[in-house]
């Protein structure tokens, strides 16, 4: 695999205090990156810096090998998914949801509906297909979530903590079946968590933070 992400010398600020610093890390092609460590120790912090949500002060990003900075904003986000513990569907269908991310990037009727296709089967949620977001459990609400993100077809998939408010039987389903569809698609993807034992068991590599540097990373 070769590099898809290289970060070097990174210092990203919040409220004017040092919030993450990176000396240096990577990210393979089709990667799972599996970041770990407790609350507040940078790790969301390093996902809105990559979807370019958040201002970094030093250091590189490079993105296939171009500088994250030098790359257009919208064009950079339209490569990115990004997905929070909050699913935040609007109330509408569970079908209307996974389509209106195409609907915006103005793909084609045909094309539209043959992904929703997919994706409805790939996360198991077929028969929700005409029911209110509002009617939806949580695990049910998530994995509409993940189709509509993955519908777009994100290069890099960005995913903060998003089956920390399930049951321990949910979430356990729900990240095997996912890193199963992560290692099909050869999806690079960064998953933060502050539990150790989730971070190893989906990740292929884990890096752990603390008070927003690196602790540790395996080679």
Not at 16 to 38: M, W
Not at 144 to 149: E, G, K, Q
Request: charge should be positive.
């Amino acid at each position: 695999m070769t590099d898809f992400l290289e970060i070097s010398g990174l210092l990203v600020e919040r409220d004017r205090r040092p919030a993450l610093t990176l000396d240096h890390l990577t990210v393979k092609e089709a990667e799972i990156l599996a970041v770990s460590g407790a609350n507040g120790c940078g790790k969301t912090t390093l996902l809105l810096t990559m979807a370019r949500l958040l201002p970094f002060q030093k250091g590189e990003i490079l993105l296939r090998g171009q500088p994250l900075e030098k790359q257009d904003s919208l064009s950079h986000r339209r490569r990115i998914g990004l997905v929070f513990q909050d699913p935040l569907l609007l109330d509408m269908s569970v079908e209307e949801n996974i389509t209106l991310g195409l609907r915006f990037r103005h793909m084609p009727r045909a094309e539209t509906a043959r992904r929703v296709d997919e994706w409805l089967e790939y996360l198991n949620i077929g028969h929700l297909r005409k029911r209110p977001a509002r009617k939806l459990s949580g695990g049910e609400a998530q994995r509409v979530n993940l189709a509509r993100v993955l519908a777009l077809r994100p290069e890099l998939l960005l995913l903060d903590e998003p089956f920390r408010s399930l049951d321990a039987a949910t979430r356990s389903r729900l990240l095997n079946e996912l890193k199963s569809i992560l290692e099909q698609m050869c999806t690079t993807t960064i998953f933060v968590t502050h539990d150790p034992v989730e971070a190893s068991a989906f990740g292929h590599r884990t890096v752990i933070l603390a008070q927003g540097r690196v602790e540790s990373q395996p080679r």
